[in-house]
Nanobody, 115 residues
Framework: QVQVVESGGGLVQPGGSLRLSCAAS????????MAWYRQAPGKQRDLVAR???????NYADFVKGRFTISRDNAKKTVYLQMNSLKPEDTAVYYC?????????WGQGTQVTVSS
């Protein structure tokens, strides 16, 4: 069984920063890619950023220059540093972990950007 657990969400003012973390544990040994998605109320779930085990990174256009994804392969952990946050970044952020067979989702962590 595989567990994916996110942490680090919360309430922040516009222009502020947050750092999300996601750790995978259990029966998972090879993780080709890890990613962050987000879903605002009434909207679809969108890819925010994705990083492979080799370090290749993709960002959604709406976060380029503001968010940074990184990972620690030994710890099976992925991070999302979010700077210059805007109210439109408000959403539930989900971690996605890919192994060679399937993908796994975390339960999500709420990020609210508001003054």
């Amino acid at each position: 069984q595989v567990q994916v657990v996110e942490s680090g969400g919360g309430l922040v003012q516009p222009g502020g920063s947050l750092r999300l973390s996601c750790a995978a544990s259990g029966s998972i040994f090879s993780i080709p890619a890890m990613a962050w998605y987000r879903q605002a109320p009434g909207k679809q779930r969108d890819l925010v950023a994705r990083i492979t085990s080799g370090g290749r990174i993709n960002y959604a256009d709406f976060v380029k220059g503001r968010f940074t994804i990184s990972r620690d392969n030994a710890k099976k952990t992925v991070y999302l540093q979010m700077n210059s946050l805007k109210p439109e970044d408000t959403a539930v952020y989900y971690c996605n972990v890919e192994d060679s067979i399937r993908t796994y989702w975390g339960q999500g962590t709420q990020v609210t950007v508001s003054s």
